[in-house]
């Protein structure tokens, strides 16, 4: 069975750090590109990062680019993602999602972690 | 970047109605196009992907249609089960993905 699970999580001062970690099993890690997905209290789901197979193509939506951080170690089957600077607009569940493929060109989220909960408040 | 734009916010429906849930990019996505189901407390599942292709496990009254920069989920006859939130997902853009804002399907 494939398995996501996020740690990391918690409450943290504005602008300070926090570095979330994904853990992976049931599936080769390294055949994959990774992404983050997070979720802002009863708000909906909000693109965060990917990262290709191989680390060497990634992506970052416009509310993070330049503060987070996303690596991968694949021998470790390990996702990252580094946020620094962080602001009370990041409060969110941030989940670990695996990209699935169907044949060379379809794509969607599957499976999702559990997510870990960010907290940014003084 | 590509908008998604979902339609409507919300919508109150009964058991065994028929429901349809409208997404639209701001550009052609041609039919990378994804919808995913999430109940309160759990993460989000993958119902359709490719717009129209049932993901393995999910019951055949769920299906999608559309292309290009009109999409529709449509619930042939609504189960309790399915009160959730409903997301559509372009993935044109692997590393620039969107998602719609959320349509709330309600119990009326």
């Known amino acids: 069975e494939e398995q996501l699970v996020e740690s990391g999580g918690g409450l943290v001062q504005p602008g300070r750090s926090l570095r979330l970690s994904c853990a992976a099993s049931?599936?080769?890690?390294?055949?994959?590109?990774m992404h983050w997905v997070r979720q802002a209290p009863g708000m909906g789901l909000e693109w965060v990062s990917g990262i290709s197979y191989n680390g060497e193509t990634i992506g970052y939506a416009d509310s993070v680019k330049g503060r987070f951080t996303i690596s991968r170690d694949n021998a470790k089957n390990s996702l990252y993602l580094q946020m620094n600077s962080l602001r009370a607009e990041d409060t969110a569940l941030y989940y670990c999602?695996?990209?699935?493929?169907?044949?060379?060109?379809?794509?969607?989220?599957?499976?999702w972690g559990q997510g870990t909960l960010v907290t940014v408040s003084s | 970047d590509i908008q998604m734009t979902q339609s409507p916010s919300s919508l109150s429906a009964s058991v065994g109605d028929r429901v349809t849930i409208s997404c639209r990019a701001s550009e052609s996505i041609s039919n990378y196009l994804n919808w995913y189901q999430q109940k309160p407390g759990k993460a989000p599942k993958v119902l359709i992907y490719a717009a129209s292709s049932l993901q393995s496990g999910v019951p055949a009254r769920f299906s999608g249609s559309g292309a290009g920069t009109d999409f529709t989920l449509t619930i042939s006859s609504l189960q309790p089960e399915d009160f959730a939130t409903y997301y559509c997902?372009?993935?044109?853009?692997?590393?620039?993905?969107?998602f719609g804002q959320g349509t709330r399907l309600e119990i009326k």
């Open positions: 049931g599936f080769t890690f390294d055949d994959y590109a």
């Open positions: 999602v695996k990209l699935t493929y169907s044949g060379s060109y379809y794509n969607w989220f599957d499976p």
């Open positions: 997902q372009q993935s044109y853009s692997t590393f620039r993905v969107t």
